[in-house]
């Protein structure tokens, strides 16, 4: 009779991920690993489904330079479809779901391409720019960061700040902008980071995920 572990090394040499092996045959992921966890074409399975994973939730962004009039509305509403399909798949993964609350409540809303938050917080501005990178495929030198700062405040000290704590480095920043006159620092003293992607296309997208996951959550009806 054959075992489960025997079960097992079967599904995962087709390719199987561990959730899949444990949905079909109710082992714990924590055993799976333990079975193989010294098997090298065990690892090369692993690293070509995290590929394939990652393949599959990266949101599609188009360059939009040479694209004008009623083709560039057909585009946007391409966009728009798109969004709604990738909606389905990432409206669990909590790295798109807080990028678009920090989004919904931090971004720029009144530019048609600037896909920009602005925070004080660094934790805040590193799950965002987790989101352009890693779900997004934004490239990153067109990720842009700046910081808004009073004067009594050191350029130097805030941008090194910044740096250490979110992982951009130096090619990435833009000026850095000094606002004129008296205001306490005692709040701001790394400034306020501005964070920023620029693409019509991904805004169109950002725009119509928050339009959905606020639909999606009124629709659970969670208070009642």
């Not at 920090?102 to 590193?126: F, H, L």
């Not at 490239?139 to 009073?150: A, N, S, T, V």
């Not at 995920?209 to 606020?214: F, K, V």
């Amino acid at each position: 009779m054959r075992t489960d572990k025997d079960k097992a090394m079967k599904l995962r040499r087709l390719g199987k991920s561990y959730l899949e092996i444990k949905s079909q045959l109710g082992i714990p992921k924590s055993t799976l690993s333990e079975w193989f966890a010294d098997q090298k074409w065990s690892n090369k399975i692993a690293s070509e489904l995290s590929i394939k994973s990652k393949e599959s939730s990266t949101i599609r962004i188009r360059k939009l330079n040479s694209i004008r009039g009623e083709n560039l509305k057909k585009i946007y509403l391409e966009a728009e479809r798109e969004a709604k399909e990738e909606f389905e798949v990432l409206k669990y993964h909590p790295l798109f779901v807080s990028a678009l609350m920090i989004y919904w409540g931090e971004g720029d809303k009144v530019s048609k391409n600037r896909c920009t938050i602005a925070n004080t917080e660094p934790q805040m501005i590193k799950i965002y720019l987790d989101f352009l990178k890693y779900l997004c495929g934004a490239e990153l030198p067109r990720i842009k960061g700046w910081i808004l700062i009073y004067p009594d405040l050191n350029e130097s000290t805030c941008r090194e700040f910044w740096m250490r704590n979110i992982g951009l480095k130096q090619v990435n920043f833009n000026k850095t902008i000094m606002i004129q006159g008296k205001h306490k620092t005692n709040k701001l003293q790394y400034g306020v980071f501005n964070l920023g992607y620029s693409s019509t296309y991904l805004k169109v997208k950002i725009i119509k995920w928050i339009q959905l996951l606020a639909e999606d959550i009124i629709a659970r009806n969670y208070i009642k």
